[in-house]
């Protein structure tokens, strides 16, 4: 089975504008969620996704948002660009998304550079 | 709110020798704990995880980690390190559906 792929890898933008992240979950997974990783921060989560319904969100400005397609594919979106968003971000996925212990695999991560 | 605390943001070992990894968690519930391993320009890779069902948990490439509810530990463990080990190892406790809290992370540096 294919694993967890996030498109593009590398991303440079520049301040104040948007981006749009894609990830694809493994075959038959039905729940999608984003981690943002920085040196400062660490890792961080900012929101899941099941069955196309946001079920919980962390920490972040409403300048993150994110959805999932009825495919269980996902995309982040992050708008107003600042210096602060570059980071990885990660996406893993899981297959039922129903219980607090389910292992979450995790994709490869898009790299953010803003300038 | 659950949360873990990882000792040492670098650890240093010889090839062959033990590696001992330490975490300890917060928790106000009975906790899900995972250790997962980044390797450069990677994402994340799950070592093993605790989920009640036996306090010593075995994982992938040798590695194990022990539950210690008095001690409210999860260390990870492996008796002969390998150059290959050298990554960035990760604690981590499940805080509801699919959502993790990591540690700060420890870096494993492994020398000949």
């Known amino acids: 089975k294919a694993g967890v792929t996030q498109t593009p890898r590398y991303l440079i933008k520049t301040r104040g504008q948007q981006v749009t992240l894609s990830c694809s979950p493994i075959s038959g997974h039905r729940s999608v969620s984003w981690y943002q990783q920085t040196p400062g921060q660490g890792l961080q989560f900012l929101f899941e996704y099941f069955s196309e319904t946001q079920r919980n969100k962390g920490n972040f400005p409403g300048r993150f948002s994110g959805r999932q397609f009825s495919n269980s594919r996902s995309e982040m979106n992050v708008s107003t660009l600042e210096l602060g968003d570059s980071a990885l971000y990660l996406c893993a996925s899981s297959a039922y998304g129903g219980t607090i212990q389910e292992t979450q695999y995790f994709g490869p991560g898009t790299r953010l550079l803003v300038l | 709110a659950q949360s873990v605390t990882q000792l040492g943001s670098h650890v240093s070992v010889s090839e062959g020798a033990l590696v001992l990894l330490r975490c300890n968690y917060s928790?106000?519930?009975?906790?899900?704990l995972f250790w997962y391993v980044q390797y450069p320009n990677q994402g994340l890779q799950l070592l093993l995880k605790?989920?009640?069902?036996?306090?010593l948990v075995k994982g992938i490439n040798g590695f194990e980690a022990e539950f210690k509810k008095s001690e409210t530990s999860f260390h990870l463990t492996k008796p002969s390190a390998h150059m290959s080990d050298a990554a960035e190892y990760f604690c981590?406790?499940?805080?509801?559906?699919?959502?993790?809290?990591f540690g700060t992370g420890t870096r494993l540096l492994v020398s000949p």
């Open positions: 981590a406790v499940s805080d509801g559906f699919q959502k993790l809290v």
């Open positions: 605790y989920t009640s069902a036996a306090t």
């Open positions: 928790s106000s519930v009975p906790p899900y």
